[in-house]
């Protein structure tokens, strides 16, 4: 996030916030819903390692099967072309996306947000 501290973020003490929630986000403080909140009011999680994890499908198989397995063998997904894939963050369902072409590299970009309970 550098050069750009002026990304807006929700306010996570709404009264639509999760009824499991931390007590911190749930707590009533000063009215600050004037106060606008940044970037830089999450440093303190920037360096928090995460595993992100983009799914394109999945197959079953046999261990027998699996070790016949060489390079250039075609592995059946249970998706179809074009259809969303998976993206976790440290094994959550967080979002779905597409894949990407950047310049010579694969990306994915993300199309729909999944909130806690609609996977």
């Known amino acids: 996030m550098t050069g750009n501290d002026d990304v807006e973020l929700p306010d996570l003490a709404h ?9 911190l986000l749930q707590e009533e403080g000063p009215n600050d819903a004037d106060v606008k909140r940044t970037a830089t009011d999450l ?4 360096d ?5 994890s983009a799914v394109l ?8 099967q699996l070790l016949k397995l060489g390079k250039g063998t075609i592995v ?15 094994n959550r369902l967080v979002a779905r996306g597409e894949v990407v072409l950047v310049e010579d590299r694969l990306g994915v970009t993300m199309t729909e947000i999944i909130k806690a309970g609609q996977s």
């Open 15 to 23: 009264e639509d916030a999760a009824p499991n929630a931390p007590a």
């Open 43 to 46: 440093e303190a999680v920037f």
């Open 57 to 64: 499908g999945k197959s079953g198989m046999e261990v027998s």
């Open 76 to 90: 059946e997904l249970d998706r179809k072309v074009g259809e969303a894939i998976d993206i976790y963050v440290n």
């Open 48 to 52: 928090v390692p995460v595993t992100v």
